[in-house]
């Protein structure tokens, strides 16, 4: 399988459950602005969509949406059980939680990276999205992970966009149970593996 992806961005939410899952893949580095490859291959080429995550399957398939492709990623090795078994309650919580970050988290971030963005909009876009973060810290007392006491998907996703924060003025360190969940994840080693591949760690 093939990882498209760009440092930093959602696609660091399937490099961590690649990592996690144990299975082989290559990663591969598509600029978001250029829209090239390393080898000066056109990314719109590949995804005219332009941007990341894409996950190109052994068969030639290509799958995109981070959510999407966790679950499948998680899928094909379910004895690790980085997502509930699907027609159980807790498997649509971890859709339920997707679905959650996507929409209410990782798009209530965009305004805030977009330098065309008056900055009174990104005011009020950074007060939704502590609003927001204030609630996930609630739901994570007594937790260590969004669903419980294990890892699962949805984990990477959040611990990928609630770390945007410190770049865009979002502040979530008096989150104590939220900061405890991100120092948390920081130190699982399939983390750590995604972000040194993708340059953000040493």
């Known amino acids: 399988m093939k990882l498209y992806y ?27 602005k250029t829209k090239k490859l390393a080898d000066g291959t056109d990314y719109l080429t590949i995804n005219p969509l332009g941007y990341v995550p894409l996950l190109e399957l052994d068969d030639g398939q290509r799958l995109h949406e981070g959510p999407a ?23 649509y919580r971890a859709i339920e939680w997707l679905n959650f970050i996507s929409t209410e988290l990782h798009k209530g ?8 963005m008056p900055e009174e909009a990104k005011t009020i876009a950074r007060a939704r ?21 294990s890892f699962t998907v949805p984990d990477a996703y ?39 591949a993708e340059g953000l760690l040493k």
């Open 6 to 32: 760009s440092p930093g961005a959602c696609s660091l939410s399937p490099h961590i459950v690649l990592q996690e899952a144990g299975l082989p893949f290559q990663a591969v580095m598509a600029s978001t």
């Open 69 to 91: 492709i966790v679950q499948y990623v998680a899928d094909r090795v379910p004895e690790k059980k980085l997502v509930p078994a699907w027609g159980t309650m807790e498997r």
């Open 158 to 196: 959040l611990f990928v966009v609630a770390g945007w924060g410190r770049h865009v003025g979002v502040d979530i360190s008096g989150l104590k149970h939220l900061s405890a969940f991100m120092a948390r994840m920081a130190a699982r080693p399939a983390v750590q593996a995604a972000m040194k």
């Open 129 to 149: 999205l502590n609003d927001r973060l204030k609630w996930v810290d609630g739901q994570l007392e007594g937790r260590d992970y969004l669903l419980g006491s």
């Open 109 to 116: 971030f965009s305004p805030l990276f977009n330098p065309a």
